[in-house]
């Protein structure tokens, strides 16, 4: 945003972005999944918008309570793909893992570590089973946009020292 808009302030704006739509689809999942009302879906919402983390890094460049929206989107499209498995919600949780795995430095871990156990847990029952081709396509599209496109400082790194662990 600061690139695009010359404002160094409205570089904060992506922890709002991020919150948000993490309360949003936060919302729908609770609407889907766990069928509640909406009055208390959005309260949970709200929770998840204005967590104490969220609250204290809305204006600061700090990328912690990115992270955090980026578990919370992946989390909640990961319950409504289980919920009606469709392919919108797997380029959902693929998108937040791609921005997880890009906003920190230890994003990549968090990512693969809830790939590999949403992947097991789908293979796991026999509901899915079907599933796993459709899925496995989605997450290869994740990983080369990952390594195409991405600003991981895995793939920086690599591109401006060619290693991908040198110290920052």
Not at 40 to 64: E, N
Not at 158 to 166: A, I, L, S, W
């Amino acid at each position: 945003m600061t690139k695009l808009t010359g404002s160094i302030e409205l570089g904060k704006s992506l922890t709002y972005l991020l919150s948000f739509s993490a309360a949003l689809l936060f919302v729908a999942a609770m609407l889907t999944v766990l069928k509640r009302g909406p009055w208390t879906s959005l309260l949970f919402g709200v929770l998840v918008f204005m967590t104490p983390i969220f609250a204290y890094q809305y204006a600061t460049y700090y990328v912690d309570a990115q992270v955090g929206a980026a578990f919370a989107l992946a989390g909640s499209a990961i319950a409504l793909w289980l919920a009606k498995p469709r392919l919108v919600m797997a380029l959902c949780i693929a998108a937040a893992l791609l921005l997880l795995a890009n906003i920190k430095f230890n994003g990549l871990a968090y990512a693969a570590i809830i790939f590999l156990s949403f992947i097991v847990g789908v293979s796991l029952d026999v509901r899915y089973r079907h599933r796993l081709p459709c899925l496995a396509g989605v997450f290869a599209l994740a990983v080369s946009s990952f390594l195409l496109v991405g600003f991981s400082p895995y793939v920086t790194n690599f591109r401006d020292h060619g290693h991908r662990c040198t110290r920052l």
